[in-house]
């Protein structure tokens, strides 16, 4: 039997530069697979905790990453209409901040209700303001909406396109046509879009439809994008059950579309240290590649 216990006495009886090649490969192979934006088995999704500082101000959340600036920034802009507001702005707050990036969930004001231009002036100075602060690195910025908001965040991919590198629409609202007038031109639009919604998500609205239509324009306009259709919400089958729900929560026990968001934003942004995006796919196969030939090395030089 070969015994691991064996290899450094093996690799350490063999001609130097051999065996200083292998450790090399395979510390480069470690640095690979470790480096900043590169997770190994990490969750989408933690506590809540793993964060330097959340601010509260008027409703609105500030969300600082552990680690050094500047850090990518994220904006996030909640649905709702009237007095109600649609998504947890903390809980989400929370979640990008996780992930390395500063974010920034500001509270819409709504009462009396408001005209949707002056939704959208929110979520335009929403923008400005997280890319004022000193910890945000203004190369690295993304937007991420739900439904009003969705439709917002669309809208403001189109006004500021030279300032936001991904944009995330989870089921976004039609706007009593505002989300129509917006797909009819989306040729300013540069960054990548992420479309999710949940198969069931019918109730308030034909959202899968709606979700559709935004796949469809920037099919046709040869944009960059991902579509994704979720199972129904929470349960396959649930009648009465509405998906639109599936996105007023991060995570739970019957959905992990953060993930998906999670992994469409980590290539664009990279992470709270690191100034490229993650690595490839590519890449980490080579680097596993490199530690198994390293090792079967060093235990086949041991017998």
């Known amino acids: 039997m070969i015994g691991f216990a064996a290899s450094p006495v093996a690799v350490m009886g063999r001609p130097m530069s051999s065996a200083v090649s292998y450790l090399v490969a395979t510390a480069w192979a470690l640095q690979v697979l470790l480096a900043p934006g590169v997770g190994l088995a990490e969750d989408c999704t933690g506590d809540g905790t793993a964060v330097a500082s959340v ?54 004001l709504d009462v009396p209700q408001r005209p949707l231009g002056a939704h959208l002036q929110d ?43 991904a944009t995330v629409l989870m089921a976004p609202a039609s706007g009593n046509g505002a989300l129509a007038n917006a797909l009819a031109d989306v040729s300013v639009i540069s960054a990548p879009v992420q479309i999710l919604v949940a198969s069931n998500d019918l109730y308030q609205d034909d959202h899968v439809a709606l979700a559709q239509s935004v ?66 796919v590519w890449v980490l196969f080579l680097a596993g590649f490199a530690i198994v030939l390293a090792f079967t090395w060093m235990l086949r030089r041991s017998v």
């Open 123 to 165: 979520v335009l100075d929403g923008l400005s303001t997280l890319r004022s602060r000193d910890e945000v690195d203004t190369d690295r910025v993304a937007i991420l909406g739900f439904s009003r908001g969705g439709l917002l965040a669309l809208a403001t991919a189109k006004q500021r396109s030279s300032e936001i590198d």
């Open 55 to 108: 601010t509260e101000d008027a409703g609105s959340f500030f969300c600082t990453p552990l680690g050094t600036p500047p850090f990518p920034g994220v904006l996030y802009a909640h649905g709702g209409l009237g007095p109600v507001v649609g998504g947890e702005l903390e809980e989400t707050c929370r979640a990008l901040a996780e992930e390395g990036w500063f974010a920034y969930a500001p509270l819409r």
């Open 215 to 280: 796949a469809t324009a920037l099919e046709a306009d040869h944009k960059r994008y991902v579509h994704e259709v979720y199972g129904d919400y929470p349960t396959e089958g649930c009648i009465e059950c509405d998906g639109h729900e599936m996105f007023w929560v991060v995570d739970d026990e019957y959905t992990d579309y953060w993930c998906d968001v999670v992994d469409f934003l980590t290539p664009k942004l990279g992470n709270a240290a690191s100034a490229v995006p993650a690595q490839p």
